[in-house]
């Protein structure tokens, strides 16, 4: 997903518009949704994310820290997340992956596993 299409969505469901330079909590709260949005499904930077909407890498990480929060003491908000959120998740293609690809892709990993560990034993010595 592209981080206008983005913007674009959260902006038109809260009816505000993140990039401006405020501190409204209304719009500090949208912004943190945009910034969830696009660090789940893009494959951004936080620096790219929060440069989007004129922030800084530090603005994403304190949005993100503070939403789970906003999320667990404000029904409302927590209701219009879960909504734009589902939206946006819907919008994804599933891709269905064979039991045979599943096992290579378990395979993979477990190898990569390994490898990983014996490396970090190497660098622990």
């Not at 790219?48 to 890498?57: C, E, L, P, Q, T």
Request: charged share 30%; with cysteine.
């Amino acid at each position: 997903m592209e981080l206008e299409y983005l913007i674009k969505k959260v902006n038109k469901h809260f009816n505000c518009d993140i990039t401006k330079n405020t501190r409204e909590r209304e719009l500090v709260m949208a912004r943190a949704v945009y910034f969830w949005l696009a660090k789940y499904t893009t494959k951004k930077s936080v620096k790219k994310i929060g440069a989007a909407v004129g922030r800084d890498h530090a603005s994403v990480l304190y949005g993100l820290a503070n939403l789970d929060n906003w999320i667990r003491f404000d029904d409302f908000f927590r209701v219009d997340f879960q909504a734009l959120k589902m939206i946006i998740l819907s919008s994804y293609e599933t891709k269905k992956m064979t039991p045979e690809s599943l096992l290579y892709k378990y395979n993979t990993l477990l190898i990569e596993n390994d490898v990983l560990k014996k490396q970090l034993k190497k660098y622990q010595k």
